[in-house]
């Protein structure tokens, strides 16, 4: 063998080896890896520290033990102490402070006078996440403040006994219960379904890209799209392993429905990028269709957003999305302790698109077959027509 | 150019033109639509009334004719309502005690439970913010009877209940609505995605052409002119598409454009700019456009996640969302361009983004450019030598 040789050997093993790395890319190196850098920019995985102005012009009893109770809340970071009511204006506008709270000038005066004095709280709404825990949390403060002065007012005014007096401040206890995820955890919320997501695309991808011209028989296809399908599973699951090792995303459910259910929708993907390459030979086109037609499942798929909030043509088209009968089930098994029998409807939607894909896919097969059998005793004919 | 090769040329751009403008106006009006009904409301919950009383039915009254939420099941236990919400068919549930009623008249502050499914937050948030809401109101009202109860006047009651009270004011968006949280990210996003999907793949062609072209010759300087005319084209079709893409969630779907709109361009067109030294160095990576093209499209779902956009700065660890700002521009433009068009920010506010994105693009356009350069010339070294060696051997043989 001489030099040129080696160098074009070398060349076509470099190409091949370019090939798997690029699969192995797609389908593992690329969701592990996001899997750690989203664990760790989300590690705080709560809403915490929201950084809060304080305009104080009572400064009363009452306002300082509101201003502390505020304080020594972990939710609340307070940034300002100040005595202008545009302060928390330019604070939040600047982006230096996500809530504010006002506490008006003879604040404790009125409200002994039972003058209602209002206390004023402002939220950076532009911030959604942040907009939501901040009130969440200030009501619950506020409502046991105004709570234990209720109390007061009674045990001052009416003569009534302490342990009488909260009772009569809260004539109806009602006690909430958070259930499945009651520390309101972000990550445990949000990245099953976007890690999802980002396999999803890998998955289609793969599945263009392993339809090739000489592919002879359709058995080979569904043995490529079984084979990469149950590799994409494991990527997912090395995905969501690297989330419940090292970022204590718990993971609650069935393992057995948990592993079946991604094993069926990790080839109904594949699959379906292989349908894709089908109908459009193209192999570049075929994967910007592919991926444009499954980027937008995490939005229209209601993991966030929900389904039911909607308009009715968003919420048939969202149903019918792969992404929405495996993301929400999977984040349903890490949430709650549940059964298969609970994920069964989903498990049996995956397995029915998953039998529609392999009947379109076998349909545009044999379609093309016998289109080219067509085209091919066509052109015989024609030569045979044009020797006569 | 054959003729052939005329039709690729032309459809590719069709294909270009269609990728930059019109698609990202379509999935401009999908999302507004999906994002078209502000509130999550008629989320459907359970009760169990082990009262049935007057007082109890008023409640469960309350919480069915609400916006936000609907009564779909009238559960006989404490385990079925825990069912329903396992199963999803509701998302809150409410339990009334026995001797409701009775024990309320005795003032012995019964206690009832409100259980709400926070597997989705948004749904979750939801339902305890509209049932909070009205279980308060209710308590206030048999707070005052239960003062009145107590030897107080009707007007004293209502006094001691309203003393103390709190306004909450949500600025810039009192609806919390969803899509002005997101909308700008994702036009962010779209405008990202557009601008890779279609310069990377040209830049990678010329960079195959120009690996056979000499350098002193006519045609290398002519295809260095193509590649500043087709970055210039990509780049005048984003802003256009861009600005539709404003437009529409504007006329459309009523979301504010507070701020200056020349910050807006401002903050565009350096973004641009710096996804042009991304491409070119995207471009130099590959030498196929397809898996080019394959990892580009992995980029969105990431990008989103750790600018501070969806997760917010304050929550990233110490440092993180600088290092990623010098990695991708996106977060240089979406936080901006979401508090100026959210807040109406001026423009010494996001100046330190306008930095961020300006040294960005110090680095990465000349690294992208110098990459690319360095990797034609590497190609036109090996082509040369295996050409050398083509030789070689048909002379030896």
Excluded at chain 1, 112 to 117: D, E, N, V
Excluded at chain 2, 166 to 191: A, T
């Amino acid at each position: 063998m001489n030099k040129l040789e080696y160098i074009i050997l070398a060349k076509e093993w470099l190409a091949i080896f370019k090939k798997r790395l690029m699969l192995f890319t797609m389908l593992f190196a690329i969701p592990v890896s996001l899997s750690f850098l989203f664990g760790y920019t989300m590690e705080a995985k709560q809403i915490k520290h929201i950084p809060t102005v304080i305009i104080d012009r009572d400064n009363s009893t009452i306002s300082r033990s509101i201003t502390e109770e505020i304080r020594s809340n972990e939710i609340f970071d307070i940034v300002s102490y100040s005595q202008k009511d545009s302060d928390i204006k330019d604070y939040i506008e600047q982006g230096n402070a996500m809530a504010g709270v006002v506490i008006p000038e003879g604040f404790y005066k009125d409200l002994q006078a039972g003058k209602g004095p209002n206390i004023l709280v402002l939220y950076d709404a532009s911030q959604m996440s942040i907009a939501s825990a901040a009130k969440s949390r200030m009501t619950e403060i506020l409502l046991t403040i105004k709570i234990g002065y209720m109390q007061d007012v009674m045990e001052g005014k009416l003569d009534v006994l302490p342990s009488e007096s909260i009772k009569a401040a809260q004539p109806m206890y009602f006690t909430y219960r958070l259930l499945n995820n009651p520390t309101k955890n972000y990550v445990n919320f949000l990245l099953p379904g976007m890690l999802i997501a980002i396999i999803q695309v890998g998955l289609i991808m793969i599945g263009v890209d392993r339809v090739k011209e000489k592919d002879e028989k359709f058995k080979y296809c569904i043995f490529k799209a079984i084979c990469w399908g149950v590799l994409g599973a494991i990527s997912i699951a090395a995905t969501l392993w690297v989330q419940c090792h090292f970022f204590d995303m718990p993971y609650k459910g069935t393992l057995t429905g948990g592993i079946l259910i991604t094993i069926i929708y990790s080839m109904g993907v594949v699959s379906f990028g292989m349908l894709v390459m089908q109908l459009i030979p193209n192999k570049l086109l075929a994967t910007q269709v592919s991926a444009v037609i499954v980027l937008p499942s995490s939005i229209l798929g209601g993991y966030t957003f929900p389904l039911m909030a909607m308009p009715d043509f968003f919420k048939n088209l969202g149903s019918m999305l792969p992404y929405v009968h495996f993301a929400e089930p999977i984040r349903d098994l890490i949430l709650k302790d549940i059964s298969i029998k609970y994920i069964m409807g989903d498990i049996i939607w995956q397995l029915k698109f998953l039998v529609i894909v392999w009947i379109a896919l076998a349909a545009v097969f044999f379609g093309k077959k016998l289109a080219k059998e067509l085209w091919h005793k066509r052109k015989q004919s024609n030569k045979v027509v044009e020797k006569i | 150019m054959t003729k052939k090769e005329k039709i690729i040329l032309i459809f590719n751009w069709v294909k270009n033109v269609i990728v930059l403008i019109p698609l990202i106006l379509a999935f401009t009006f999908i999302f507004g639509n999906v994002y078209g009904k502000t509130f999550v409301d008629q989320i459907p919950i359970a009760v169990v009334d082990y009262d049935n009383s007057t007082t109890s039915r008023t409640i469960i009254q309350q919480f069915d004719e609400s916006q936000g939420l609907k009564v779909a099941r009238y559960a006989k236990s404490d385990s079925e309502i825990e069912e329903l919400i396992r199963t999803q068919k509701v998302y809150a549930g409410l339990i009334i005690p026995k001797d409701f009623e009775k024990n309320v008249k005795q003032g012995n502050a019964p206690k009832s439970l409100y259980l709400v499914d926070m597997t989705n937050l948004v749904i979750g948030n939801n339902a305890f913010a509209y049932g909070s809401e009205i279980l308060n109101t209710l308590n206030a009202g048999v707070q005052i009877k239960v003062l009145e109860g107590k030897g107080m006047n009707s007007f004293e009651a209502g006094k001691a209940v309203t003393s103390m009270n709190f306004v909450q004011r949500m600025v810039y968006d009192p609806q919390m609505s969803y899509m002005k949280y997101l909308m700008y990210g994702i036009i962010g996003i779209m405008i990202q995605q557009t601008i890779l999907q279609v310069l990377a793949p040209v830049l990678i062609d010329d960079k195959r052409k120009l690996v056979k072209l000499d350098f002193k010759s006519r045609e290398w300087k002519k295809c260095l002119i193509g590649i500043v005319k087709k970055v210039l084209i990509v780049s005048s079709l984003s802003v256009i598409g861009a600005t539709l893409c404003f437009y529409t969630i504007c006329k459309y779907f009523n979301l504010p454009l507070r701020g200056a709109i020349m910050n807006n361009y401002i903050l565009l067109i350096i973004f641009i700019v710096d996804m042009i030294g991304v491409t070119f160095f995207f471009a130099g990576l590959f030498r196929q456009v397809l898996p080019c093209v394959q990892l580009c499209m992995f980029l969105s779902v990431p990008s989103i996640l750790t600018c501070g956009y969806a997760w917010p700065e304050i929550m990233m660890p110490a440092g993180l969302f600088n290092k990623v700002n010098l990695i991708w521009p996106l977060g240089c433009f979406i936080n901006p361009m979401r508090a100026i068009n959210l807040k109406g920010t001026g423009i010494l506010t996001i100046i330190p983004y306008i930095k961020g994105g300006l040294i960005y693009a110090a680095i990465w356009i000349p690294l992208g450019i110098g990459f690319y350069s360095m990797r034609i010339h590497m190609d036109k070294v090996i082509m040369k030598k295996v050409n050398e060696l083509r030789q070689d051997a048909i002379g030896l043989s």
